[in-house]
């Protein structure tokens, strides 16, 4: 099981979180200009990479809060994690 | 009843103790400290079952985890099947049988209790043995809190079985002072019978601790007979040992064949000896060791039949001087014997294949050792890498994962100063990484050992004999896999172990490939003439040894198996007689069944009331959901797909939640209750997933926006009341509310005192009746029901389950989210596009509503369905087709059926559907194929009881 750095918490168990899927995926601000193509690449197209991947979560069984994290799906481990609305972190 | 073959004196166990115990139906006697097999083995008992597929005659092989033979049922005190008997601790009054491969689970529930503990620790180490003691102590003296499990029933592993001194004393004085020491501090934990048998991503591990099996029937009720330990350590020390491998020859697996290791465990830790004369075959120096102990013991070892062409210098001259024989370049080909080995055939190894040359050697014990596998289950769990070492002919550790060290033979270490080292090594490392440094290292006792000489791995050996060849060469014991079933796995194609594991089936036995594994990837290896290392292993999966379900579940069975969430008001259903459904975690009264009442009769009469006079329903379940903050308004606008920011204080409005592909998510009512407040209702099923979606929105979408979002759903009982009469039952307990027609309008709320509690009550209808949702203090829920069953006595009221609402909704087209609805389902397939704003600029779902598949024509929608046979009920799920007499399949379905009543209003059964082009076909048949028959319905318009609405102001 992992163990998530969450921002407010400190490290907790993951069966306290839930996934939110790939960060920074705004929900565009004028969907009625986009195609019907670019609108179904907002509802269905995520990114899948092998490595680093910024990811949302919320603490749904603890502070009940959304961040965003950088975690590398080779090794599950996090590598960071950010407040929302902050830009990806720069991982050396 | 021998005992001959115990010893007189020597090991670890506690002869004062004396136990008695049954076996197969004969009554036997051991000594506390004996495990079942080393009690069997001192009664001269080597035969424990018969193998699975060819009923050949099996006996005690291994002396721990690794048994693949000795498969028991307990049967006294409680029933417990597939149990090792190398690792059952034997208690007085034990009864067990050996098992043929497959056990008997209990009938009757078992009484004991099992339960969980969450640990933290700095350093974890698994295994208590010649690596796991030092780098416990190592790290202890650091300050560390270090948690040591070991899953025997005392610590010391490897140590209590042998005779090599430690500092010139006997290795276990040495294990009880590491122990003493280990125990008077006090950040550590010691879990002695305790398998650390799962591990996981970021050093999580599992353990299951055996706390009374122990204790047979004198085990005390209130403590937890096994515990599962959840343990998150900020480092590892895998100290796991490892296990010795069989060789494959022919008649491999006849009772009196045994691991040499194990042999000498039974002698120096039990003080028994499995057999008065003994043939040793081995391909490395640890054999030897166990020879010499067995000679101590007053075995007479007649040979050692060793593989390698030059057997190892030292031991060779201590063999001369015990006048043992040593038998380089050999191998032994084959066995004699029925139930016990009588003889072992031993060639040159040159000759062996050609099964020429074999000579006899009389034995009754048949001691193998094909070099030793480094116990790396847990290691691979946590996705370490694993390499072959070609002088050890096993695998072993490569890279460690991050926060992980393996330490001795776990780690292909052999000897044992080597692993003393290893371990002190390993544990200082590991509470270094946890910011606690060892004032000086760890003083290590002194060790005499033999230089050690490189092992020759054999695979598999000898004459391959008859039809098939090599069909009596077991790889696995307990599967009775042979080398015959792994050629014929290769022959068939087979390149990859985990094609041969599972078209074999070795290694999948409760002992997963311990003995097994790495046998049969040799096997392998030399049909497909490749290198070992190429072919690598099988996954190793936990658990590394079985644990039962019961362990697992903990206390998490029965009742407390998962939350019941019951309404203040639910004592009263349980008094009158509800029968009960399950809505989420929530129990719900379906129906209040009269005497002699089935469930449709109760519905029907319960639908009379609600439609013809009063009934009154708990929907205390329903989500509530407090939404407060300057920007409230503008939020709801933005997640529900109608206007709700216009909604005047004291009105309420229907609103549905579309997620952002169009499809409808949930429903359910918004209150304003003030200019910066709502509430908002939700289905009984969705509340949290509502709550959550809401704050998703705001926290990650649109925290610019000024809103807090709290459930109140268990603040509030509320109680529909509903009917013609339900404004007359109202008026007569709340005299102070104005509830006629033009006052209390329909979609309103108002602050009442209603049967003498402050109340909130709102006009909402789920039936299409006038009707009344009256929401007070959770703690008042039960008052003001029985208030209003009384108060509608005169009127007939009749309280009504889920059931009956089901109904009275259906009829009036009202779906209910998840039943109706799929997750597929737009609300214009529900006809309800009229709740789909076309003046808001945006909100969750606009978009999507305008792609090219939600505009499809041929969508499905929702429709009525009229039975043509009146009676007939179709059964939710149903299928829908075109025609009556439908063609060969595949034939093309239309829809199917998602509700499904009798209707008291109506007379007749009738259906809600999902149906492609559903509003095309008004007035038109389709047909449910249903097992043996078709059945024919009407498609209808949705709404079939009053249609213009006429009975929702009374």
């Known amino acids: 099981m992992l163990s998530v750095p969450c921002p407010w918490c400190g490290p907790r168990d993951e069966t306290e979180f839930s996934y939110g899927g790939q960060a920074h995926v705004a929900h565009p601000a004028e969907p009625d200009a986009l195609s019907d193509h670019e609108w179904s690449d907002y509802l269905f197209v995520r990114d899948n990479p092998r490595g680093p991947f910024a990811e949302r979560w919320c603490h749904s069984a603890g502070c009940r809060r959304w961040f965003n994290a950088v975690r590398d799906t080779v090794t599950h481990s996090f590598l960071a994690v ?9 991982i050396s | 009843m021998s005992t001959g073959w115990r010893l007189p004196s020597g090991g670890r166990i506690r002869r004062e103790e004396a136990l008695r115990f049954t076996f197969d139906g004969d009554d036997h006697r051991g000594c506390g400290g004996d495990t079942l097999a080393s009690a069997l083995l001192a009664n001269g008992v080597h035969r424990v079952s018969t193998s699975i597929s060819h009923h050949r005659p099996r006996g005690i092989f291994a002396a721990g985890v690794d048994e693949p033979n000795a498969l028991v049922q307990l049967e006294h005190p409680f029933p417990e099947p597939m149990l090792t008997a190398t690792t059952v601790e034997l208690f007085d009054g034990l009864v067990a049988r050996g098992l043929s491969g497959r056990g008997r689970l209990p009938r009757e529930p078992d009484p004991a209790r099992y339960d969980a503990m969450h640990a933290h620790c700095d350093v974890l180490v698994v295994g208590a043995g010649a690596a ?24 010391g592993g490897t140590l209590l079985g042998i005779r090599d001194p430690l500092d010139g004393a006997p290795a276990a004085e040495w294990v009880g002072a590491a122990v003493e020491r280990l125990a008077g501090r006090p950040e550590v934990r010691l879990l002695p019978r305790t398998t650390v048998f799962g591990c996981y991503d970021g050093n999580y591990l599992l353990a299951l601790e055996r706390r009374t099996d122990h204790l047979g029937a004198a085990a005390p009720p209130a403590v937890s007979r096994q515990r599962i330990w959840r343990i998150r350590a900020g480092e590892v020390v895998l100290a796991t040992g490892a296990h010795e491998r069989p060789l494959v020859f022919a008649d491999n697996d006849r ?59 030292a031991w060779a001259r201590r063999c001369a001087d015990h006048g043992i024989e040593v038998l380089q370049g050999h191998a032994v080909v084959g066995t004699s014997g029925t139930d016990r080995v009588t003889a072992a055939h031993v060639a040159e190894l040159s000759d062996a294949a050609a099964g020429a040359g074999s000579r006899s050697v009389d034995c009754d014990l048949l001691l193998v050792s094909g070099g030793w596998n480094p116990a790396v289950h847990l290691f691979s769990q946590a996705q370490g890498r694993l390499r072959f070492d070609d002088r050890l002919g096993a695998f072993v550790p490569d890279q460690e994962q991050p926060g992980q060290r393996v330490a001795g033979a776990a780690r292909g270490v052999l000897s044992l100063a080597e692993c003393l080292r290893d371990g002190a090594a390993a544990g200082a490392a590991a509470a270094a990484r946890t910011g606690h440094e060892a004032p000086s290292p760890l003083p290590l006792p002194s060790v005499a050992e033999l230089p050690e000489s490189p092992s020759r791995p054999l695979w598999m050996v000898g004459d391959p004999g008859g039809d098939p060849p090599w069909h009596r060469h077991f790889v696995d014991l307990q599967r009775d896999g042979t080398a015959a079933d792994v050629f014929r796995a290769t022959g068939a194609g087979m390149r990859s172990v985990e094609h041969v594991k599972r078209y ?12 097994s594994g790495v046998a049969a990837a040799g096997v392998v290896a030399e049909a ?5 290392a190429d072919l690598g292993t099988t996954t190793f999966r936990p658990p590394y040894t079985p644990v039962a379900f019961a362990a697992l579940a903990g206390r998490d069975r029965g009742v407390l198996h998962d939350p019941v969430r019951v309404t ?12 009960f459904e399950n809505v989420g975690q929530w129990q719900r009264p379906r129906y209040y069944p009269r005497r002699g009442e089935d469930m449709a009769a109760a519905v029907l009469r319960e639908c009379r009331a609600a439609r013809e006079s009063v009934a009154l329903m708990d929907v205390s379940t329903l989500g509530k959901i407090e939404l407060q903050g300057p920007d409230a308004g503008e939020f709801l606008d933005r997640v529900y797909t109608n206007v709700m920011s216009t909604v005047a204080v004291g009105s309420i409005r229907y609103g549905v939640l579309c997620t952002a592909d169009g499809m409808v998510f949930d429903d359910g009512t918004v209150f304003r209750l003030a200019d910066d407040r709502f509430l908002a209702t939700t289905t009984t099923g969705n509340a949290a997933a509502v709550l959550d979606w809401f704050e998703e929105w705001l926290q990650t979408e649109w925290p610019e926006l000024a809103v807090h979002c709290t459930s109140v759903t268990e603040q509030w009982a509320t109680v529909a009341l509903v009917g013609p009469r339900s404004r007359d039952v109202l008026a007569g307990v709340a005299p102070s509310l104005a509830a006629d027609r033009e006052s209390f309008p329909f979609m309103t709320w108002r602050d009442a005192t209603v049967a003498g509690i402050a109340a909130r009550v709102a006009r909402i209808s789920f039936s299409g009746e006038l009707a009344y949702e009256i929401n007070v203090a959770g703690w008042d829920g039960l008052a003001l029901w029985e208030a209003l069953v009384a108060a509608g006595a005169r009127s007939g009221v009749a309280p009504y389950g889920t059931e009956a609402m089901h109904v009275l909704r259906a009829e009036k087209a009202y779906p209910i989210v998840g039943q109706d609805t799929d997750g597929t389902v737009t609300p214009h397939d529900l006809g309800m596009g009229w709740i ?31 039975p043509v046979d009146g009676d007939e009920l179709l059964p939710e799920g149903a299928q829908l087709v075109e025609v009556a007499d439908p063609p060969r399949p595949p034939v093309p379905m239309i829809g199917h059926v998602t509700s499904s009543y009798r209707s008291a209003a109506l007379g007749r059964t009738f259906a809600l559907a999902l149906v492609q082009r559903g509003r095309e076909r008004l007035g038109q048949t389709v047909y449910a194929p249903l097992p043996g028959r078709i059945v024919a319905a009407t498609v209808t318009d949705p709404v079939l009881y009053d249609p213009d609405g006429a009975r929702r102001d009374g």
């Open chain 1, 82 to 90: 950010y407040r929302i609305g902050d830009p990806v972190p720069e």
């Open chain 2, 132 to 155: 796991g003691l030092p780098a416990a102590l190592a790290a202890a003296d650091t300050g560390a809190r270090v948690i040591v499990a070991d899953e025997q029933s005392e610590f």
């Open chain 2, 255 to 313: 009772p009196g064949t045994m691991l040499a290791g194990a042999a000498r465990t039974y002698a120096n830790r039990y003080a028994v000896v499995p057999g008065r004369r003994a043939v040793v075959f081995t391909t490395n120096d640890s054999a030897y060791a166990a020879a010499h102990d067995l000679t101590h013991a007053g075995v007479e070892v007649v040979a050692i039949v060793d593989s390698r062409p030059q057997a190892a210098g």
């Open chain 2, 504 to 515: 074999t089936t070795i290694g999948t036995s409760h002992e997963q490939g311990k003995t």
């Open chain 2, 528 to 532: 497909l003439r490749v290198a070992v």
């Open chain 2, 568 to 579: 203040p008001i639910h004592g009263w259903h349980v008094r009158h007689g509800a029968a």
């Open chain 2, 836 to 866: 789909v704003s076309k003046k808001k600029r945006d909100f969750i779902g606009k978009r999507s509503f305008g792609r090219p598949d939600n505009r499809r024509a041929d969508r499905k929608v929702l429709v009525g369905l009229l």
